[in-house]
């Protein structure tokens, strides 16, 4: 067991950048993480050695990001009962519609919480895991209600020219 209690996973290399943003939230909140490239297509081993290890190494919540025929949130719900949460990457042909259908619609059983395309769905897969964590940690549920103080109070009430 580890203190890490969230997964960062992404199918490609080039889904970092719109992944990083679901791990600087976690870093605003100070929530420990790991990152790991683990491929449906490209290496199916490392899902399945990841899948299989999860709760064991103390994992509580899985960020999956994918971009097109996008099979890895699915895969990975499928080999552990750690929730995952599936984080569709736009995509260049599709805009990332492909990568949306292929983690939206699991079979009943296996299912992943699915956020919106590209960078904000990544960015509210980290709060999403916050409020998992927070469930059961009272000192993130503070910071936690902070975050979301803080960006209603940022919200002008009235829109300006500037
Ligand atoms: C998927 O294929 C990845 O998640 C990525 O979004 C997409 C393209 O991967 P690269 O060809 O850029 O490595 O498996």
Redesign the pocket.
């Known amino acids: 067991m580890t203190d890490i209690k969230v997964g960062i996973i ?6 970092w950048p719109t992944m990083r943003e679901a791990a600087n939230l976690l870093d605003d909140l100070g929530i420990p993480y790991e990152t790991r490239i683990v ?4 290496t199916p081993d490392r899902l399945w050695d990841y899948g299989r290890g999860a709760v064991a190494r103390g994992l509580q919540v899985i960020i999956a ?8 949130p699915g895969m990975m719900a499928s080999k552990t009962r750690v929730p995952v949460i599936g984080v569709p ?1 736009q ?1 260049r042909a599709l805009s990332g519609v492909d ?1 949306l259908y292929s983690i939206l619609q699991m079979p009943r059983g296996f299912p992943v919480a699915t956020m919106a395309i590209g960078a904000a769905g990544a960015a509210n897969a980290g709060l999403m895991a916050a409020g998992i964590l927070a469930l059961n940690d009272p000192d993130l549920a503070v910071r936690l209600d902070k975050w979301r103080d803080d960006l209603s109070a940022s919200i002008p009430e009235e829109p300006s020219d500037d």
């Not at 491929?39 to 490209?42: C, F, L």
């Open positions: 992404m199918g490609s290399q080039s889904d491929s449906a297509h490209r990001g994918a971009g097109g025929a996008a099979h890895l990457v995509t990568s």
